[in-house]
């Protein structure tokens, strides 16, 4: 496996997740991006990055499913933050309840497909009920994520 993908970094939100739209969620995730990469001097080049991408194409996939994303020169390990809404927050095109924020090496976007893929797959093989009950323990989402990014 490509060692990018070796050195991925996963965090699961514990809570209900607040954001009142996706502005405030991406804001919020890159937040927590900034401290686990110990990167808080890219903060403002993530949102800025994730946010122009939004403006110029929704990242919402469908059922649900948003991810965010953003590529960061420099940057030597790739970060995927989860955030879970039971209410959904308002996204550009759809109400989003599961928002996935990835956070590339600028020098690598193959990468963010590969992920990107993954993601779509393993959103897909769940019912909304399933996806609901993995939501409600952070520690089995991050599990089951893990196992299917291969973390």
């Given at each position: 496996m490509d060692k990018l993908m070796d050195q991925l970094l996963l965090k699961v939100h514990?809570?209900?997740?607040?954001?009142?739209?996706?502005?405030?969620?991406?804001?919020s995730l890159v937040h927590t991006a900034a401290i686990q990469f110990n990167e808080s001097h890219n903060e403002d080049e993530i949102i800025t990055d994730a946010m122009d991408r939004e403006q110029v194409e929704s990242t919402y996939i469908g059922l649900g499913l948003a991810?965010?994303?953003?590529r960061v020169q420099g940057l030597q390990r790739t970060g995927v933050y989860v955030a879970f809404s039971r209410t959904g927050i308002p996204w550009p095109t759809a109400e989003a309840h599961l928002i996935v924020l990835l956070i590339v090496p600028w020098e690598n976007p193959e990468v963010h497909l590969q992920l990107l893929s993954r993601i779509v797959r393993w959103r897909k093989s769940l019912?909304?009920?399933e996806l609901c009950a993995l939501a409600e323990s952070p520690e089995k989402l991050?599990?089951?994520l893990s196992a299917e990014l291969e973390v």
């Open positions: 514990e809570q209900d997740f607040p954001a009142v739209d996706w502005e405030q969620a991406l804001r991810v965010p994303h953003a019912t909304e009920a991050e599990a089951t």
